[in-house]
């Protein structure tokens, strides 16, 4: 019996040196990963060379008693490069009445920059630099975007060079912020400033997600609320302004408000659902179809008429020539009819 105690003592001492090992390995893996946690360079390394930094000159005529002189001013923004062969997006705002454009590749090369076409409605513009070959940014899709998403900003904040900040998707959908006609912003804490306006908003995958335009702030410096343009929105009007040097939209020529509880009390309304007309645009497709100031919209398409910046953008979606069904009522009596849109306006920013 003794002989089998001294027999299995070895491998009871290697068992237990085993674990000793095992366990010391664990802590040292344990300390390693506390001191190296989960880091974007992997991303950020392939995103970075798409993004890059735009200077607008502006020249203008001062005039004082006896002379004449001309001042420049540089304004700073950021952009990301969206094909190979040098179509880049950026912010209107950025490039606004600039007589001279140049973009500051990643690598530090200077080209100057085409302006294409820039659609103030929603503050995007499209430049093209005669370069080839060059690191373009994968797109992704913005019916994956979630609320809680990580997600980086890449931009060239108050042109100290180009700077990667971190943060999630704090909300969708954002409108009625007031800074453009079409607001469907995706908001987030990152940290956007001055000079990441037409920067990169990315996921985990290294996607661009998001045209970094604008943040919300008392200061004019970050305060955890930035926002940006969904990428399918900015993708959408690119297409429109490479194909047609400027966004094609639908018009209808109409005003309308939500109606609230207290508005339909106030004025004796027939419904709460649906949106108050509350101006008509002569000759226009409202117009022609007899729609009048006081009518209720119930719905447009059979989609409910709810929410007027709903209704902007769906009237908006739609290119001049398609024919909408409208649902309405006036006084006691609804009514159906079919309308034709027309092309809206250039710079039409206020009615649908």
Same mark, same amino acid.
């Given at each position: 019996m003794m002989k089998l105690k001294i027999y299995w003592m070895p491998a009871i001492i290697a068992i237990l040196l085993g674990a000793c090992i095992g366990l010391t390995t664990l802590l040292i893996?344990? &300390? =390693? %990963? *506390?001191?190296h946690p989960f880091s974007f360079a992997d991303i950020v390394t392939a995103t970075t060379p798409s993004v890059v930094s735009i200077y607008s000159q502006k020249f203008a005529k001062r005039h004082w008693t006896d002379k004449t002189a001309t001042t420049q001013t540089t304004s700073l923004g950021s952009g990301v490069i969206i094909t190979t062969d040098g179509f880049l997006l950026t912010n209107h705002h950025v490039i606004q009445n600039a007589q001279s454009i140049t973009v500051a590749l990643n690598d530090e090369r200077r080209l100057a920059a085409k302006l294409i076409g820039s659609d103030p409605s929603t503050d995007l513009a499209v430049l %093209?630099?005669?370069? +080839? /070959?060059?690191? +373009?940014?994968?797109?992704? !899709? *913005?019916? !994956?975007?979630q609320i809680g998403d990580q997600i980086l900003a890449i931009g060239n904040p108050f042109g100290i060079g180009q700077t990667v900040t971190s943060g999630i998707i704090s909300a969708k959908g954002r409108n009625s912020i007031g800074l453009n006609t079409y607001e469907n912003f995706l908001q987030t804490d990152a940290a956007i400033n001055p000079g990441n306006s037409g920067g990169a908003l990315v996921n985990m995958q290294g996607e661009l997600i998001g045209i970094s335009s604008a943040i919300y702030s008392s200061s004019g /410096? *970050?305060?955890?609320? /930035?926002?940006?343009?969904?990428? +399918?929105?900015a993708m959408s009007v690119m297409q429109d302004i490479i194909s047609h040097g400027e966004v094609i939209?639908?018009?209808? /020529?109409?005003?309308?408000? &939500?109606?609230? =509880? +207290?508005?339909?009390?106030n004025l004796a309304l027939p419904s709460e659902y649906g949106l108050l007309v509350s101006d008509i645009t002569n000759e226009s497709p409202?117009? %022609?179809?007899?729609? !009048?100031?006081?009518?209720i919209i119930l719905e447009i398409n059979q989609t409910p008429s709810r929410d007027p910046i709903?209704? &902007?953008r769906l009237i908006a979606s739609l290119k001049p020539g398609t024919s909408i069904s409208l649902l309405g009522l006036r006084g006691q009596q609804s009514y159906q009819t079919k309308i034709t849109l027309d092309k809206q306006p250039t710079m039409q920013r206020v009615s649908h």
């Open positions: 893996q344990d &300390k =390693h %990963k *506390s001191q %093209k630099i005669q370069l +080839n /070959g060059l690191p +373009n940014i994968q797109i992704g !899709e *913005s019916k !994956e975007i /410096g *970050s305060q955890g609320i /930035g926002f940006a343009t969904p990428i +399918n929105d939209r639908g018009y209808l /020529g109409m005003e309308a408000q &939500k109606i609230t =509880h +207290n508005l339909a009390n409202a117009d %022609k179809a007899g729609i !009048e100031v006081g009518d709903q209704i &902007k």
